[in-house]
């Protein structure tokens, strides 16, 4: 009995060894801004750096480095700031980003980045559906982000009159 106890305790004292010897894991790999950076232009390798965060304060829709980069940020972000992909303008070669002037500048204080909206013309004309925002500037101006045929249509519309948008 003697020698079972010393055999289970010697066992028990090498687990507990192992299990402080064992590394953590290494974490959720996460681009993070590497400085103040601004929206709309292309991020390089310079302006971001990977950190590995442990899963628990891993934000949702971790994206890395190499993810990010070629992308464009939708809205600023702080030195340290993690980014995430509803952070990102889609890569998606079909789409283009428009700026357009609001009929109705008090419509631009309801929209944020990522709001979903129909982009409407003269006559109760639709240009674009389920165009996403992507900036709002100075209170009247709204970049959207829609097909590449759509843009060409709504960016045609808003050079002789002013469009109006209806919340999704």
Known sequence: MNL???ILA????LLAVLVAAWPAPAGTPLAVAARDLAPGVPLTPDDLRTIHAPP???PAGPVTAAEATGRTLLSPARAGEPLTDVRLASR?????????????????ALLRTGSRVDVVGAESHVLAEHASVTAVRDGEVVVLTVSREAATKVA??????PVTVTLR
Do not use: C, F, G
């Open 56 to 58: 628990e304060l891993s």
């Open 156 to 161: 045609a519309e808003s050079l002789t009159q």
């Open 92 to 108: 998606d070669p079909d789409t283009a980003s428009v700026a357009v002037r609001l009929a109705d500048p008090a419509v631009a």
């Open 4 to 6: 079972t106890r010393k």
């Open 10 to 13: 010697t066992v028990l004292a």
